[in-house]
């Protein structure tokens, strides 16, 4: 088992940046390539950005590049996601996942899920 927990979330105004973090337990975290999805309700959850598990290749939601940068500290079982020029359709829940096959851009491509951190971008 592995258990993610996002942290950095919360109200920015438009043009504000914010950096989530997500820590890792369970399992040697750089076996797992990472990513990050976001959901609003009664919408699906959708893409955000993932990176491999040596941090060596990155991919991003066309929404969001340019914005956003994920990193990660293996060193300290965590994956970053730096959110710079926020905008109030940014707006939703934000989930850190983990998958122990290869990185994808489908919720259903993960094993694993955090509970979610929210992020309000105010107009």
């Known amino acids: 088992q592995v258990q993610l927990v996002e942290s950095g979330g919360g109200l920015v105004q438009t043009g504000g940046s914010l950096r989530l973090s997500c820590a890792a337990s369970?399992?040697?975290?750089?076996?797992?390539?990472m990513g990050w999805f976001r959901q609003t309700p009664g919408k699906e959850r959708a893409f955000v950005a993932a990176i491999s598990w040596g941090g060596s290749s990155t991919y991003y939601a066309d929404s969001v590049k340019g914005r956003f940068t994920i990193s990660r500290d293996n060193a300290k079982n965590t994956v970053y996601l730096q959110m710079n020029s926020l905008k109030p359709e940014d707006t939703a829940v934000y989930y850190c996942?983990?998958?122990?096959?290869?990185?994808?851009?489908?919720?259903?491509?993960?094993?694993?899920w955090g509970q979610g951190t929210q992020v309000t971008v105010s107009s």
């Open positions: 369970g399992r040697t975290f750089s076996d797992y390539a």
């Open positions: 996942a983990a998958t122990s096959v290869r990185v994808g851009k489908r919720s259903y491509d993960y094993d694993y």
